[in-house]
Nanobody, 116 residues
């Protein structure tokens, strides 16, 4: 069955960096456009970044442009999110999933907390 396992979150000070990973299994990762999503405390889940199947195209939420970089390694079935210059507003649980609907079952996510 499909599994999406996110990792790499943690507590970081404002201005710090984290690299999130999402390991995928149970589907053909290399042909899927993939995205990172996040759910801040008490808020709805939102789309953060998207990358095409061959990494030829990326898109970002305006508030993370220039700070976050989405990438993928199709040989390893893994999606990444490099997050730099983190802000308290980036605090959320981060999830990965394919860009199109219907979405796969959501994983547990990885918690990112930005605080001094």
């Amino acid at each position: 069955q499909v599994q999406l396992v996110e990792s790499g979150g943690g507590l970081v000070q404002p201005g710090g960096s984290l690299r999130l990973s999402c390991t995928a299994s149970g589907f053909t990762f290399r042909i899927n456009t993939m995205s990172w999503y996040r759910q801040p405390p008490g808020k709805e889940r939102e789309l953060v970044a998207t990358i095409s199947s061959t990494s030829g195209s990326t898109n970002y939420l305006d508030s993370v442009k220039g700070r976050f970089t989405i990438s993928r390694d199709n040989a390893k079935n893994t999606l990444y999110l490099q997050m730099n210059s983190l802000k308290p507003d980036d605090t959320a649980v981060y999830f990965c999933n394919r860009a199109v609907s219907p979405k796969f079952s959501w994983g547990q996510g990885t918690q990112v907390a930005v605080s001094s």
